[in-house]
C-alpha cells in the first residue's frame, strides 16, 4: 500500500510540477503552434470553459484530504500551462520522471490524452503508463482517468487512478 501511496503521490506532483529538458519548451511550442492551427478533431465549435488563474482548494482520496494549489495558463481552447508544463488540447503527451523514496527511488512513465467534451465545458483526461520502485525487479501499470470542469465557479477535477478515486475542489484567489 505504501507503494500506492507513494505512486498515487508522485503522479500528482509529476502532473502538478512539470518535467522539461533543454529545449523542451521551444520544441513544444512549436509543435503546439502546428496543432493550433489544425482543424478541432474532436467537435467543439463552442467556447471552452476558462481555467486561467491561481486556484487554491484540496484533494481527498480515501479519506485522506491535503491542500492543493494551481496556477493555470490557459491559451483559448488549445493549451493550459500549469508551472512549466505546456499540455495541448487533442495531442498526445508523454512524460517520465523519477522522485526519490526512502534510499531507493520511484520511476513513472506516462502516455496521456486531453480532450474537450463536445460542448466545451470539461476537459477530459485518459492515460495509461507504468510506474517502478527501483530495486525491485517488478512494475505496475498504471492507468486512469480525469475529469476537469467548472461547477458553481470552483474548479473541480475528479480522477480514477488505478481504483482509487481523487476529487479536488478550487477557489480562484
Known amino acids: 500500500m505504501t507503494v500506492l501511496k507513494t505512486a498515487l503521490l508522485g503522479i500528482v506532483l509529476f502532473a502538478q510540477s512539470g518535467f522539461a529538458f533543454p529545449g523542451m519548451d ?12 489544425a482543424p478541432r478533431a474532436n467537435g467543439v465549435t463552442a467556447a471552452c470553459a476558462d481555467f486561467s488563474g491561481k ?6 482520496a480515501s479519506g485522506a484530504s491535503e491542500d492543493s494549489h494551481l496556477d493555470i495558463v490557459q491559451k483559448e481552447c488549445e493549451s ?3 508551472g512549466h508544463q505546456e499540455t495541448y488540447v487533442g495531442a498526445l503527451d508523454t512524460r517520465g520522471q523519477g522522485l526519490p523514496l526512502g ?11 486531453n ?11 485518459n492515460f495509461g503508463g507504468i510506474i517502478k520502485l527501483l530495486g525491485n525487479r ?6 486512469g482517468k480525469a475529469v476537469t470542469r467548472l461547477v ?6 475528479e480522477a480514477q487512478i488505478f481504483d482509487v478515486n481523487v476529487s479536488c475542489t478550487y477557489d480562484k484567489q
Open 26 to 37: 521551444l520544441a513544444t511550442q512549436q509543435l503546439g503552434q502546428r496543432l493550433a492551427r
Open 138 to 143: 517488478e512494475h505496475v501499470p498504471a492507468n
Open 103 to 113: 534510499d531507493k527511488g520511484l520511476m513513472l512513465g506516462f502516455v496521456s490524452t
Open 115 to 125: 480532450d474537450w467534451s463536445a460542448d466545451g465545458q470539461q476537459l477530459n483526461t
Open 55 to 60: 486556484w487554491k482548494g484540496k484533494c481527498t
Open 80 to 82: 493550459l500551462k500549469m
Open 152 to 157: 458553481d465557479g470552483k474548479l473541480t477535477v
